[in-house]
């Protein structure tokens, strides 16, 4: 008996009845809707076999009433023996008086002929890993259909439909590939384009505030001369008139003499302030160059705090500890958003335990209940840099690299997210979906040939210094590779 239908797949296995005709209809009809993930059970399965001791005969007449079946699985009871394909089969009887010598006999003496080991492969095995296990095989056995177990027995796929299959799925994996690139080509330039406007943007504000900054200095100097000329006044007329001194009173000379410095060098510190965000505008948008060039770290590393100045709270503290460093040779606006994608990971650990920790809570009752010190402590976020020695699978010892760690003293990754983190880094995870840690990693690995560690006080193999949840090291080169 032979026909052609899918059988359940591993999540599937105690389907009914009527389910497993659905997907019999389904699969005769090749409307299967194929993906990376796709098993063997999508495919059309055959059933057909028989006896080793039948008459080769019965095979003849299963192949002449089925002309696409691919071959017979042969059994001894109900144990799977063997299988005879038909490209076997035929061979044999085209041979001199093969049809005399095997159609007669038992299907045993043909096989003990033509015994070749199929290639068994579990319903469950996907069909693209099905297909590089066939391209494995002898030449000449590369064309012999698959036998495939399933909870209902063995079963047989034909070559052709593996091949299509296979063929269809390498098609949707390029489509997607493209599909993907578009869609990463249209981003960039949604970035690059929103770039621009920002850069324009912080021109635009630079362009006013010089004349405002410029001005000020005037301004303060004005008003100085000012106040002196009318201390100088009053010491010279020692009874001023009553519409003076009416005067003098209504606005309050006094305290205006004390306050209008004050007042100046607020509004110059506004001033420096929003100077200084304009120009880290400006440098985070910057579109970097063909080649790297020579940044200053640390004023990346400040102008990247500087715009995450609304994020940190006053609960969140930014502890800097820099030592000296040379201009590191690298591409300042991608290094940015590197620095950028990290502290934006340490804020979001922070403020979501800062928003699950009560405000209200005793420190004395919470360390009575058994809540540590340490999630006591205010949130903090510590960047330090610091001259390191190269990796030590590196060759050359002699050359100085530069360390970045931005740490937080969150509660740390679970070590399944830790996990998922580093899986991120795979190319195969950034073709599905490339996270913003996963870009960073790009950057420093293959734009830079630096290196990208990420520790977490949960995750045993990573241990982080005391006090610390998540550390993220970036490790550069201080010239590119090659230099």
């Not at 005969?57 to 042969?74: D, K, M, R, S, V």
Request: hydrophobic share 40%; charged share 25%; glycine share 6%.
């Amino acid at each position: 008996m032979s026909n052609p239908h899918p059988e359940p797949d591993s999540v599937t296995d105690s389907i009914t009845e009527s389910e497993y005709d659905e997907l019999a209809t389904l699969a005769e009809a090749e409307s299967f809707a194929l993906g990376t993930k796709s098993v063997l059970a999508q495919l059309p399965l055959w059933e057909a076999s028989l006896d080793i001791g039948d008459p080769g005969h019965e095979a003849a007449h299963l192949f002449e009433g089925e002309p696409t079946l691919p071959g017979i699985i042969l059994t001894d009871g109900k144990r799977s023996v063997g299988m005879l394909s038909r490209q076997r089969f035929l061979e044999y009887l085209l041979r001199p008086k093969g049809i005399d010598l095997f159609l007669a006999q038992p299907l045993r003496v043909m096989y003990s002929y033509a015994r070749l080991p199929p290639l068994v492969l579990a319903h469950t095995t996907p069909i693209l890993a099905a297909a590089q296990l066939v391209l494995r095989r002898p030449l000449d056995q590369q064309g012999e259909p698959l036998v495939v177990t399933s909870p209902r027995g063995d079963r047989l796929v034909h070559i052709h439909d593996l091949n299509r299959a296979h063929w269809q799925i390498r098609g949707i994996e390029t489509q997607v590939r493209y599909e993907r690139v578009q869609a990463q080509m249209l981003q960039s330039e949604k970035m690059a384009a929103l770039g621009r406007l920002v850069d324009g943007v912080s021109h635009e504000i630079l362009d006013p505030l010089g004349f405002i900054w410029g001005n000020l200095a005037h301004l303060g100097r004005y008003c100085q001369q000012l106040l002196d000329l009318i201390a100088v006044y009053e010491e010279s007329v020692t009874l001023p008139s009553e519409a003076v001194a009416l005067l003098r009173e209504d606005i309050e000379l006094d305290y205006l003499q004390e306050d209008l410095p004050n007042t100046i060098r607020s509004i110059q510190g506004g001033a420096d302030r929003l100077k200084r965000l304009a120009l880290s505008l400006q440098n985070f948008c910057h579109i970097d160059d063909i080649y790297p060039k020579p940044a200053d770290l640390h004023e990346l590393l400040d102008s990247v705090v500087l715009l995450l100045k609304s994020r940190l709270t006053t609960q969140i503290e930014v502890v800097r500890d820099y030592d000296p460093l040379p201009p590191v040779t690298c591409f300042g606006g991608q290094l940015s958003q590197v620095f950028m994608n990290i502290l934006t990971n340490c804020l979001d650990a922070l403020l979501e335990r800062t928003s699950r920790q009560d405000a209200s809570t005793n420190p004395w009752e919470a360390a009575q209940d058994g809540q540590s010190l340490e999630a006591l402590e205010s949130p903090k976020i510590i960047i330090s840099t610091s001259l390191c020695r190269p990796p030590q699978e590196l060759a050359n010892p002699g050359q100085r690299w530069i360390s970045v760690v931005i740490a937080d003293n969150g509660p740390g990754l679970s070590p399944a997210a830790q996990e998922e983190v580093l899986r991120s880094f795979s190319i195969e995870k950034r073709l599905e979906k490339e996270t913003h840690l996963a870009m960073s990693y790009r950057i420093i690995t293959a734009k830079h040939g630096g290196r990208f560690y990420v520790r977490s006080r949960s995750f045993s193999d990573h241990e982080t210094a005391p006090g610390i949840g998540t550390e993220f090291e970036i490790r550069l080169p201080l010239y590119p590779q090659g230099d």
